[in-house]
Nanobody, 132 residues
Framework: QVQLVESGGGLVQAGDSLRLSCAAS????????MGWFRQAPGKEREFVAV????????????YYADAVKGRFTISGDDAKNTVYLQMSSLMPEDTAVYYC?????????????????????WGQGTQVTVSS
């Protein structure tokens, strides 16, 4: 059973940076796609970023939502079985609960990784609040 635990959320000011972590157990980050999603009050859960390996595991693919492209960076540490989301130039509209998730199958279309229902395990979420 895969378990995901997020950490690193908090209250920051606009323009600040924050790094979220997602520690995985019961599985290996290197085997699965790992994604970050967020959900603001009254809104649907939305895709933020995903990292996955090529079939040969030698190449990382990273995809980002347009709203965070250029500001957020997703990365992983195999040794720690942990995925990170480095967030910079934070804006009040980035305020949300951030979730990490893992998809335990491979999708042929990259856009399939943008869909929350295509992920099989979720963390409990960590709150990020950006004040103006």
């Amino acid at each position: 059973q895969v378990q995901l635990v997020e950490s690193g959320g908090g209250l920051v000011q606009a323009g600040d940076s924050l790094r979220l972590s997602c520690a995985a157990s019961g599985g290996t980050f290197s085997s699965y796609a790992m994604g970050w999603f967020r959900q603001a009050p009254g809104k649907e859960r939305e895709f933020v970023a995903v990292i996955r390996r090529s079939a040969g595991r030698s190449v990382f693919y990273r995809y980002y939502a347009d709203a965070v492209k250029g500001r957020f960076t997703i990365s992983g540490d195999d040794a720690k079985n942990t995925v990170y989301l480095q967030m910079s130039s934070l804006m009040p509209e980035d305020t949300a609960v951030y979730y990490c998730a893992t998809a335990t199958r491979t999708y042929y279309s990259d856009t399939d990784y943008y869909t929350p229902t295509n992920y099989h395990y979720w963390g409990q979420g960590t709150q990020v609040t950006v004040s103006s």
